[in-house]
Antibody, heavy 115, light 110 residues
Framework: VQLVESGGGLVQPGGSLRLSCKDSGFTFSSDWMSWVRQAPGKGLEWVAGINQDGGAKYYVDSVKGRFTISRDNAKNSLYLQMDSLRAEDTAVYYC?????????WGQGTLVTVSS | QSALTQPPSASGSPGQSVTISCAGTSSDVGGFNSVSWYQQHPGKAPKLMIYEVTKRPSGVPDRFSGSKSGNTASLTVSGLQAEDEADYYCTSYAGSNNLVFGGGTKLTVL
């Protein structure tokens, strides 16, 4: 498994959480990266994407202004800062290599937003 | 950013072929050759099966094939096997740096 997520957990509505993804491979700095989520029993939803040098970042409308994707190529790591969390953000969050085509997925980390 | 439309379920007997559709619009499926298909077994991460409409990653059996006509893409699984039973999701680039997924199709091997 090359992509390993961490940072998930239980958070209250309005709270914040920072997800991390560590890539043990050798191509991280050359790859677009994304976060994709899956609510319990539901389908997949693309959340955010970032280009190779972090200069371009894109988000699904429902998280714009609340979530921030970033990366540290020196650490082979991808991040997702999630603020103003809502109940509907509850999901398994997958770290993903690629954006238009996701060629590799992590195992996911569960984020639960509940009081 | 509307989701693509997939049938909620599909089924077939071992050895048969089954086709799963993915309906979009001219702004996504019809406008770009960027349709991918992912297989997801329960409790597991998704796996890329088809990309750029028809291409198969290394290691994916040639029983899996993709196509597109107009605003609808399709995934065909030939020679169904028990291990093909899973959820399948289509996705397409939707312009303006957006990606949309289908709602998913549960494939049952009878």
């Amino acid at each position: 498994v090359q992509l390993v997520e961490s940072g998930g957990g239980l958070v209250q509505p309005g709270g914040s959480l920072r997800l991390s993804c560590k890539d043990s491979g050798f191509t991280f700095s050359s790859d677009w990266m994304s976060w994709v989520r899956q609510a319990p029993g539901k389908g997949l939803e693309w959340v955010a994407g970032i280009n190779q040098d972090g200069g371009a970042k894109y988000y699904v409308d429902s998280v714009k202004g609340r979530f921030t994707i970033s990366r540290d190529n020196a650490k082979n790591s991808l991040y997702l800062q999630m603020d103003s969390l809502r109940a509907e953000d509850t999901a398994v969050y997958y770290c993903a290599r690629g954006m238009i085509t996701v060629i590799d997925w992590g195992q996911g980390t569960l984020v639960t937003v509940s009081s | 950013q509307s989701a693509l439309t997939q049938p909620p379920s599909a089924s077939g007997s071992p050895g048969q072929s089954v086709t799963i559709s993915c309906a979009g619009t001219s702004s996504d499926v019809g406008g770009f050759n960027s349709v991918s298909w992912y297989q997801q077994h329960p409790g597991k991460a998704p796996k890329l099966m088809i990309y750029e409409v028809t291409k198969r990653p290394s290691g994916v059996p040639d029983r899996f094939s993709g196509s597109k006509s107009g605003n609808t893409a399709s995934l065909t699984v030939s020679g169904l096997q028990a291990e093909d039973e899973a959820d399948y999701y289509c996705t397409s680039y939707a312009g303006s740096n957006n990606l949309v997924f289908g709602g998913g199709t549960k494939l049952t091997v009878l």
